[in-house]
């Protein structure tokens, strides 16, 4: 059985750009968090999706937004790019609502320059 | 506020030898609780996880941990660690609010002497 996949596994974007992170769950699961993982920030919960609907954010501007399409699948949107977005950025997916057995992918590594 | 503390920032021990990464935590509710590994530049792997009932539970690669409600502790322990043990660990407070999310600690590097 194939595990959260995330793509692409490195990018490197000019401040001020956009980018499109995308990630795939495990099949069965209908929950997507994301997670950011910067230098000497540790793990910071980004965005959580279940059903198609964002039910809730962490501690971040707008310009970091997303989606979660019929199929589960998932998309990080950040907008307005800042060196301090440099970072790990990691997808995990759970089986429903309630369950925070989470599965983690191997993560997309942003620089921004 | 839910928090996750790990002490240790960096352990080294010998290969070989047994090995206890410090979890504490501070939550409301009864816990649900973590332990992940992160090897450089990869995402997590999930190493055990504790719910309810038997407080000491077993996961992969030889590893095992010890909820202490007591202590609002979790450790993670193994008799005798190998060099492929090397990495990063994350413990882990899963919440039971409307958000279902993750409170990671700030993670213990672990270094394995040959």
């Known amino acids: 059985e194939a595990g959260v996949t995330q793509s692409p596994t490195h990018l490197i974007k000019t401040r001020g750009q956009q980018v499109t992170l995308r990630c795939s769950p495990i099949?069965?699961?209908?929950?997507v968090y994301w997670y950011q993982q910067a230098l000497g920030l540790g793990l910071q919960f980004l965005l959580w999706?279940?059903?198609?609907?964002?039910?809730n954010r962490g501690n971040f501007p707008p310009r970091f937004s997303g989606r979660q399409f019929p199929n589960y699948s998932s998309e990080l949107n950040v907008n307005a790019l800042e060196l301090e977005d440099s970072a790990l950025y990691l997808c995990?997916?759970?089986?429903?609502?309630?369950?925070?057995?989470?599965?983690f992918g191997q993560g997309t590594r942003l620089t921004v320059v | 506020a839910q928090s996750v503390t790990q002490p240790d920032i960096h352990i080294t021990v010998s290969e070989g030898a047994s090995l206890e990464l410090r979890c504490n935590y501070s939550?409301?509710?009864?816990?649900?609780l973590f332990w992940y590994v992160q090897s450089p530049g990869q995402g997590l792997q999930l190493l055990l996880k504790?719910?309810?009932?038997?407080?000491l539970v077993q996961g992969i690669k030889g590893f095992e941990a010890e909820f202490k409600r007591s202590q609002s502790s979790f450790n993670l322990r193994k008799p005798s660690v190998h060099w492929s043990d090397a990495a990063e660990y994350f413990c882990?407070?899963?919440?039971?609010?409307?958000?279902?999310?993750?409170?990671f600690g700030s993670g213990t590097r672990l270094l394995v002497r040959p």
């Open positions: 504790y719910f309810s009932g038997d407080t």
């Open positions: 882990a407070v899963g919440l039971m609010d409307s958000s279902y999310k993750l409170i």
């Open positions: 995990a997916s759970s089986y429903g609502r309630g369950n925070t057995e989470a599965f």
């Open positions: 999706y279940d059903e198609g609907e964002e039910r």
């Open positions: 099949s069965g699961h209908t929950s």
């Open positions: 939550y409301g509710a009864t816990p649900y």
